[in-house]
């Protein structure tokens, strides 16, 4: 397939020690993480690889954060890599492409979801069109860290999933891994990627564990992943959706529904490859995402795949989406995030045509 | 601008007439001038000269459909190249889009900007190539805080506040009035106080936002605006190119040797229009006009040096090589060529990307579908 990336992007070196901060002196080839400290471990590992990674923003110095993603680096790296900055998002992200500019790799964090647009302007106007407005001749190797999406129960702004206002945007790149393996080497790709690059890191999922394999993935950044082989109808989600997808899929087993789940991992630039290897197969495909449904990058794929594989496809794409709403309280919001039952009955509606 | 008296905090050497009148408030900064040969004040007035025609020259072009748009520096001459002047190599130079001679200062060729006036390109020049003269950036104050984040940088690295003024590095970013009230310059001045960056704001107060008064952005003189973040600010007269030169220069070297940023709001006036697509008569008062045109800082940096028996033939000359120098950049302007529509796709990301890439090869793919069409 012409657009599959896989075979294309070059893999980058690994680093030798690729080791957690508090691993005994002989270094372990794995541990079981959560997403958080996969995440941790693979910053770690991108600060050690390289002097010029600076992490920075509110409150991840001696706190390391909110969710303490960053927990231990400023001890270990100290105030000149690790910064704690003023509480500004705007200010951060265009620090940030001075930085950049002066030849740094700045990985900044944003608190929540909710709390990027302040920064909303540096990263569309400036940091996604640097490059380009300097005719190649300079990159903005900048990633943007962002908490995002709910199942958390927590207050308005702290539940959002805005990757698509970043998808829309040429010059970023977008990207979101579901478990904390892909977490652990998709950041350190990030970092190492010349390009600016929003990572979007599911919340939801920051705690649950999961194994991480240390040293080189081998796998390109924005490969997407069959997570889950089947035949009789495709899902393709990202983040924290992929788990809600392997659920659904258990469940649509019982009743002796074989489905495919993909992983995209990567929503701009996006890897169609396995998806239309999929589709061909399935001729069923339903897209989730926490995000709200219109203009969406479920829109997005729906349309691509209907352009590509039109006559593969048995039935309309379908998406499940948070509905067009602000994200709803908390109290109400199993109602509003796509589950794996209301992944299910657009399968079942998939299937009847 | 504020009256002359004892209390005045505005920074002023020349009298409007051309006379050294130092006020009070200049006294710290008169030192800085010593620095100064009659071959840079030659200088001064011939960079004022030239930017001055090449701006007419500009403008002209614009009127003859040559250029989608021109942005005049008019009346802020002295400001602009007093604080030009006083930058070292080292320094980098974050401008907003109307500092002309600043890149002219720092080594840009001033057809470099006429080509993104025209839309050949977005940028237009390498800041490295030029003086460290960065690109001009077109939504208002986003490059105080690239500027901030530069000097961040300059402290990581441990290039400025080294002791060495001959090697210690600052950055100075210009914005104006109309900016001072966006949410970034004010979060570039948190960052750079918090910091302590090797920086200067240099504010231009040319006392008009396109049509609306500087009294709509604020209440308070602006350079009083750098107290509340913690840093000193210094009211110049920034019609005065002496006076530009001075306060700059002592507050860029403070900023090299380590002493942290300072605001500096330089009183001028946009003679000319915001754009060539503004029309100032239907805003502005004509005798406000004529007051700053009074006031103007080449007649007044003109009688200075006449005063000391600056020959006529060199302001003569001077005449000559700005008329020179407007001919030469009308005829290379209009040799200017379009791109390659390959520009569209080639620089959007430095890695490799799938979409790009495809969208590119569709376009030759119908381009060349077309009878007598290229691949």
Redesign the interface.
């Given at each position: 397939m012409?657009?599959?990336?896989v075979t294309?992007?070059?893999v980058r070196e690994p680093a030798a020690s690729a080791v957690p901060a508090a691993a005994s002196a002989v270094p372990a080839t794995s541990a079981n993480l959560p997403m958080a400290k996969a995440l941790n471990a693979g910053l770690r590992q991108a600060m050690l690889d390289n002097p010029k990674v600076?992490m920075m923003g509110e409150d991840i110095g001696p706190l390391g954060g909110v969710f303490r993603v960053t927990e231990g680096l400023h001890a270990e790296f100290g105030d000149?890599r690790v910064l704690d900055?003023?509480l500004?998002e705007?200010?951060i992200?265009?620090?940030?492409?001075?930085?950049?500019?002066?030849?740094?790799r700045p990985v900044c964090e944003i608190q929540f979801d909710g709390f990027v647009f302040?920064g909303f302007?540096?990263i569309t106007?400036?940091l996604s069109?640097m490059?380009?407005?300097?005719?190649?001749?300079v990159?903005?190797p900048v990633v943007i860290r962002i908490p995002y999406g709910g199942h958390i129960g927590s207050i308005e702004h702290h539940q959002e999933s805005p990757e698509a206002y970043f998808a829309h945007t040429?010059?970023l790149?977008v990207v979101s891994p579901s478990n904390p393996h892909d977490a652990y080497w998709m950041m350190q790709e990030a970092i190492a990627?010349?390009?600016p690059i929003i990572f979007f890191e599911p919340k939801s999922r920051y705690w649950p564990k999961g194994e991480v394999r240390f040293g080189a993935s081998g796998i390109p950044l924005h490969a997407s992943r069959v997570v889950r082989a089947g035949s009789d109808v495709t899902l393709v989600g990202h983040g924290a959706m992929v788990t809600v997808l392997l659920q659904a899929a258990e469940l649509a087993a019982v009743e002796g529904i074989s489905i495919e789940v993909i992983d995209l991992r990567s929503i701009s630039?996006?890897?169609y490859g396995p998806i239309l290897t999929s589709v061909e197969k399935t001729g069923h495909l339903v897209v989730a995402q926490e995000a709200y449904g219109f203009v969406s990058v479920g829109s997005e794929i729906a349309a691509t795949v209907t352009e590509r594989s039109f006559y593969h496809l048995e039935a309309p794409v379908l998406r499940v989406s948070g509905f067009d709403t602000p994200f709803p309280p908390a109290a109400v919001e199993t109602h509003f995030l796509p589950s794996p039952d209301r992944v299910l009955e657009a399968v079942d509606r998939s299937l009847a045509y | 601008m504020a009256a002359r008296e004892n209390d005045s905090p505005l920074v002023q050497v020349l009298s409007t007439s051309g006379l050294v009148e130092p006020s009070e408030a200049a006294a710290e900064f008169m030192p800085y001038l010593d620095r100064l040969t009659e071959d840079d004040l030659r200088r001064f007035y011939r960079d004022m000269v030239v930017v001055r025609r090449f701006d007419k020259e500009a403008a002209n072009l614009q009127r003859q459909g040559q250029l989608a748009l021109w942005v005049p520096s008019h009346g802020q001459e002295a400001a602009q190249v007093g604080s030009a002047y006083a930058t070292r190599p080292q320094d980098h130079v974050f401008p907003s889009y109307r500092e002309h001679v600043v890149g002219m200062i720092r080594g840009l060729d001033l057809v470099d900007i006429l080509r993104m006036l025209r839309g050949v390109?977005?940028?237009g020049w390498?800041?490295?190539d030029h003086g460290n003269f960065?690109?001009y950036?077109l939504?208002l104050a986003?490059q105080?805080?690239?500027?901030?984040?530069?000097?961040?940088?300059?402290q990581?690295?441990g290039t400025t506040a080294t002791g060495n003024p001959e090697t210690d590095e600052a950055v100075i970013v210009y914005y104006g009035d109309g900016a001072s009230s966006q949410?970034?310059a004010n979060?570039?001045l948190?960052?750079a106080a918090?910091y302590q960056t090797p920086q200067v704001f240099f504010l231009q107060n040319n006392h008009w936002a396109i049509s609306v008064p500087v009294t709509r952005q604020s209440r308070t003189p602006l350079y009083l605006r750098a107290g509340g973040f913690g840093m000193p600010g210094t009211q110049v007269d920034g019609n005065d190119v002496l006076a530009s030169y001075a306060v700059t220069a002592k507050h860029l070297d403070d900023a090299r040797a380590g002493k942290g940023p300072a605001l500096i709001e330089a009183m001028t006036y946009r003679v000319g229009a915001h754009t060539t697509a503004d029309d100032p008569t239907k805003y502005r008062d004509p005798e406000e006009l004529a007051a700053w045109v009074a006031k103007d800082p080449i007649v007044r940096f003109r009688a200075y040096l006449q005063g000391l028996g600056v020959e006529q033939d060199f302001l003569d000359a001077v005449d000559e090589e700005a008329e020179d120098h407007a001919a030469d950049v009308r005829r290379r302007a209009l040799e200017i060529r379009s791109p390659e529509r390959s520009?569209i796709f080639?620089?959007?990301?430095?890695?490799?990307?799938?979409?790009i890439q495809?969208q590119k090869a569709w376009l030759d793919r119908y381009e060349a579908s077309f009878e007598g069409g290229d691949a």
């Open positions: 012409s657009d599959t990336i294309e992007t070059p600076l000149k900055t003023p500004a705007s200010g992200v265009g620090t940030a492409i001075g930085l950049a500019l002066r030849g740094y302040p302007d540096q106007s400036q069109r490059r380009n407005r300097h005719e190649g001749q990159t903005m040429p010059g790149r990627s010349d390009d630039p996006i890897d | 390109t977005l940028g390498t800041p490295e960065h690109l950036t939504v986003s105080t805080l690239h500027a901030t984040g530069y000097a961040m940088g300059m990581l690295d949410g970034d979060e570039a948190v960052f918090s520009v080639d620089n959007v990301y430095a890695e490799p990307h799938p979409l495809e």
